[in-house]
């Protein structure tokens, strides 16, 4: 029985021809500079988003944590979601290893930052604050995909305040496909962009910070000093190229399994929050457990959550969604 896993887009296996592409790299020591793949693949990625430079990380959370710091001092703040990944889900890394002090917001509805009170969150210059450097948002949010205005408005007002613009962007392509958009649509607006590729792009490893030249030759110092400097990494950055060449258009696939499986669900009666990219948000109350449980018996991994998050990606299908459907009616019977 083919296990369904909907805990993550994370838990994606490499496709065959993912596997023939790391097979098949050229590769070389990256801390020299040296590896070829690993240098097309920055190149490509600044390419298509519109940066000058581009750097390959193990992880999204580096790639934010390098961001935040190259972007800010030891002393300086940056402004957040209360929900946001690079303030919740990375650890305090900015805070613990860049000693740069998070400003936590509330987000809207829309996974968007209130400007007026992101406004009246940024510090004055005076000695008792901390100085306020950078706004940072996420893009896709829970699976939210931020309105291309409000994109806009936050690059005219971190403009007008004097602040730096940095997207988490791990899911930044459901977001353009969503979209309908070329992702440089997006990223146009932002100072700094970290995209993963080991989400529904179905890499196994890796993220990929692009900005300036100067933002990204800090980032690659202090990518050595936070330790994630790779030597022959183009056996990775290889997966990478090839999601990009090939695993990129099909996240509407993922989309669309998403919005049938949101369907199946409400019409048992479920309350199912709206979807719009890969991520159904179902209200299963203090049941969660058991379904988690009973839904294991079935070959199904869910997380365990009241409020319970399963995510699609290329490793899951249409029937794959009717057999959860099924499962969630079986278990309300
Ligand atoms: C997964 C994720 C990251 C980075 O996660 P890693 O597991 O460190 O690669 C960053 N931001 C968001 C929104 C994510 O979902």
């Known amino acids: 029985m083919p296990i369904i896993d909907l805990r993550s887009d994370t838990v994606t296996q490499p496709t065959a021809g993912m596997r023939e592409a790391m097979l098949a790299a050229e590769l070389g020591d990256d801390?020299?500079?040296?590896?070829?793949?690993?240098?097309?693949?920055?190149?490509?990625?600044?390419?298509?988003?519109?940066?000058?430079?581009?750097?390959?990380?193990?992880t999204g959370t580096m790639s934010n944590l390098l961001g935040l710091m190259a972007h800010c001092e030891r002393g300086d703040e940056y402004i957040v979601g209360q929900q946001a990944h690079t303030y919740k889900y990375e650890g305090g890394g900015a805070a613990v290893l860049g000693s740069i002090q998070p400003q936590p917001l509330d987000m809207e509805q829309d996974g968007s930052l209130d400007l007026a009170r992101v406004e009246a969150a940024i510090k004055q210059d005076d000695f008792h604050f901390a100085r306020t450097r950078l706004l940072a948002l996420e893009n896709t949010m829970q699976g939210k995909v931020l309105p291309l205005a409000y994109l806009a408005e936050a690059r005219a007002f971190t403009r007008d305040k004097g602040l730096a613009l940095h997207l988490d962007g791990a899911r930044l392509f459901n977001a353009s496909v969503r979209l309908g958009v070329e992702a440089r649509e997006i990223t146009r607006h932002f100072d700094s962009v970290s995209v993963c590729l080991s989400k529904g792009l179905g890499a196994p490893v890796g993220s990929v910070l692009c900005g300036s030249e100067a933002l990204i030759g800090k980032a690659r110092r202090l990518r050595k000093m936070v330790g994630g400097g790779m030597r022959q990494a183009g056996v990775l950055a290889a997966a990478g190229l090839y999601a990009l060449d090939h695993q990129v258009e099909r996240l509407v696939e993922d989309h669309a399994n998403a919005d049938s499986l949101a369907a199946g669900l409400r019409e048992l009666g479920y309350a199912v929050e709206p979807v719009q990219t890969n991520m159904v948000y179902v209200q299963v109350g203090e049941r969660?457990?058991?379904?988690?449980?009973?839904?294991a018996e079935r070959g199904i991994r869910l997380s365990a959550a009241p409020r319970l998050r399963m995510v699609t990606h290329l490793g899951v299908d249409a029937s794959a969604m009717a057999q959860v459907i099924e499962a969630f009616a079986a278990f309300r019977a």
């Open 31 to 58: 801390v020299y500079g040296e590896d070829p793949t690993v240098n097309r693949l920055e190149q490509r990625l600044a390419q298509d988003l519109g940066f000058a430079a581009a750097l390959f990380v193990p």
């Open 288 to 295: 969660a457990a058991a379904l988690q449980a009973f839904c």
